[in-house]
């Protein structure tokens, strides 16, 4: 086992109690698990927590830019069936998520939901599928979509709507690692720089207030009349992208949707300024339309292209993809302690009641997220109050007055 694994583990508190029960449980016993995610060193002490569980796993990546080689490689050779490769094409990227899917795998854990829709377009290979689990926003946008056309084909619980993940993982993880792609790539000050955030979702809420504590001006672009409003309460700038992309010296997507910079957002930039994407798929900056518009680009460091468009040369990190993962490590390890245990949680309920769950999308049981926040806690050797038995009786009792 590589020594960044073995790092993980070591601060990986809360999935480490986790998996000391499934060892003497073993509540995945005789059960495959196709998995598609970021493969890295926090996804392999969840791949070693659930075969300690009774599993059978089979994994790939969920990004073709955020597999790290030697944690797959390592996953190989402890005998794992890891299709996970850094920079694989589209056509082999597809072939790594059908590897996984013969298995014809009980449980699916997925982020974005490729797997899960690449299931639902080869019926055959979802025959034995008792459930799944979603990891992030844009897969369970996805898969409420798939879920109101009526071709959802098994229960999914959306492990990105626990509490235990999205207002950690989305907001403080997010936050942390995509600034730290960013600087990792560029090298650059972000103090006194305008940094624009497109979207104001715990994703986007993470990376400002990062942001703004590495002393950047921030500016908010959203299309939510309510989460523009927060925004602007928080402190920040909000503008429309058309007025934000003439003063912005970093722009920053978080919104899970298509082509939020585009063509007349580039021609309005000015010389210099770099485009970092934070959502899961590469589509939120339209990079085909500044490959198009550009008279040549070329890579002037690593995970930085230039893009000269004549009158100014714009900088692309990541090939527009995952900043975080592709020119960083992805979320601090502390964070995805809470996120994949959340994910190991979710495949034992599932095994348990999948009998009794419904072709839905179903959000995380709040017992299960709050066993999440107890564990934390525990680990961290710090003690909350309880309510007492007055307490209890006063908030139930609806005839106390002032």
Same mark, same amino acid.
């Not at 599928?129 to 084909?153: F, H, N, P, Y």
């Not at 580039?266 to 590469?282: P, S, V, Y």
């Given at each position: *086992?590589?020594?960044?694994?073995?790092?993980?583990?070591?601060?990986?508190? !809360?999935?480490?109690?986790?998996?000391?029960?499934?060892?003497?449980?073993?509540?995945?016993?005789?059960?495959?698990?196709?998995?598609?995610?970021?493969?890295?060193?926090?996804?392999?002490?969840?791949?070693?927590?659930?075969?300690?569980?009774?599993?059978?796993?089979?994994?790939?990546?969920?990004?073709?830019?955020?597999?790290?080689?030697?944690?797959?490689?390592?996953?190989?050779?402890?005998?794992?069936?890891?299709?996970?490769?850094?920079?694989?094409?589209?056509?082999?990227?597809?072939?790594?998520?059908?590897?996984?899917?013969?298995?014809?795998?009980?449980?699916?854990?997925?982020?974005?939901?490729?797997?899960?829709?690449?299931?639902?377009?080869?019926?055959?290979?979802?025959?034995?599928?008792?459930?799944?689990?979603?990891?992030?926003?844009?897969?369970?946008?996805?898969?409420?979509?798939?879920?109101?056309?009526? !071709?959802?084909?098994?229960?999914?619980?959306? !492990?990105?709507?626990?509490?235990?993940?999205?207002?950690?993982?989305?907001?403080?993880?997010?936050?942390?690692?995509?600034?730290?792609?960013?600087?990792?790539?560029?090298?650059?000050?972000?103090?006194?720089?305008?940094?624009?955030?497109?979207?104001?979702?715990?994703?986007?809420?993470?990376?400002?207030?990062?942001?703004?504590?590495?002393?950047?001006?921030?500016?908010?672009?959203?299309?939510?009349?309510?989460?523009?409003?927060?925004?602007?309460?928080?402190?920040?700038?909000?503008?429309?992208?058309?007025?934000?992309?003439?003063?912005?010296?970093?722009?920053?997507?978080?919104?899970?949707?298509?082509?939020?910079?585009?063509?007349?957002?580039?021609?309005? *930039?000015?010389?210099?300024?770099?485009?970092?994407?934070?959502?899961?798929?590469?589509?939120?900056?339209?990079?085909? *339309?500044?490959?198009?518009?550009?008279?040549?680009?070329?890579?002037?460091?690593?995970?930085?292209?230039?893009?000269?468009?004549?009158?100014?040369?714009?900088?692309?990190?990541?090939?527009?993809?995952?900043?975080?993962?592709?020119?960083?490590?992805?979320?601090?390890?502390?964070?995805?302690?809470?996120?994949?245990?959340?994910?190991?949680?979710?495949?034992?309920?599932?095994?348990?009641?999948?009998?009794?769950?419904?072709?839905?999308?179903?959000?995380?049981?709040?017992?299960?997220?709050?066993?999440?926040?107890?564990?934390?806690?525990?680990?961290?050797?710090?003690?909350?109050?309880?309510?007492?038995?007055?307490?209890?009786?006063?908030?139930?009792?609806?005839?106390?007055?002032?």
């Amino acid at each position: *086992m590589i020594g960044k694994i073995e790092w993980a583990e070591k601060h990986m508190k !809360v999935l480490g109690m986790i998996r000391e029960r499934f060892r003497k449980e073993r509540p995945l016993e005789g059960l495959k698990i196709g998995m598609a995610l970021h493969v890295e060193a926090k996804t392999a002490v969840l791949v070693l927590t659930l075969i300690d569980g009774g599993a059978e796993v089979a994994i790939t990546g969920c990004n073709p830019l955020s597999t790290q080689d030697d944690v797959a490689n390592a996953l190989r050779e402890m005998g794992i069936k890891c299709y996970a490769k850094r920079g694989l094409k589209r056509e082999e990227y597809y072939e790594a998520l059908r590897n996984v899917a013969k298995i014809e795998p009980d449980i699916v854990i997925d982020d974005g939901a490729d797997l899960i829709f690449l299931l639902h377009k080869e019926i055959e290979l979802a025959k034995n599928v008792k459930g799944g689990s979603e990891e992030t926003t844009t897969g369970v946008i996805r898969l409420r979509a798939m879920e109101k056309d009526g !071709v959802l084909r098994f229960p999914v619980i959306a !492990v990105n709507d626990a509490y235990t993940k999205y207002l950690f993982d989305n907001r403080y993880g997010t936050g942390q690692s995509a600034i730290d792609g960013i600087v990792r790539a560029t090298n650059l000050l972000l103090a006194g720089k305008t940094v624009v955030v497109a979207g104001y979702g715990w994703c986007g809420r993470g990376i400002a207030m990062r942001a703004k504590g590495m002393g950047a001006k921030v500016v908010i672009t959203e299309v939510d009349e309510i989460r523009a409003l927060e925004a602007l309460m928080d402190g920040f700038e909000v503008m429309n992208m058309d007025e934000a992309s003439e003063i912005g010296d970093v722009f920053v997507t978080a919104t899970g949707n298509i082509n939020v910079i585009r063509e007349e957002h580039f021609r309005r *930039m000015k010389d210099g300024a770099i485009l970092a994407n934070a959502g899961h798929f590469n589509v939120e900056i339209d990079v085909m *339309m500044l490959e198009k518009i550009s008279k040549r680009s070329r890579e002037i460091r690593n995970n930085v292209v230039e893009y000269d468009l004549g009158d100014k040369k714009l900088y692309l990190l990541a090939e527009g993809r995952l900043v975080n993962l592709v020119a960083a490590d992805g979320h601090p390890v502390e964070v995805m302690d809470m996120s994949f245990s959340n994910q190991a949680l979710a495949c034992e309920y599932i095994a348990k009641n999948y009998e009794k769950l419904e072709k839905r999308v179903y959000r995380m049981p709040e017992e299960l997220d709050r066993e999440v926040a107890k564990l934390k806690l525990q680990s961290l050797g710090i003690r909350i109050d309880k309510l007492t038995e007055e307490q209890k009786r006063y908030l139930s009792d609806w005839r106390h007055g002032t």
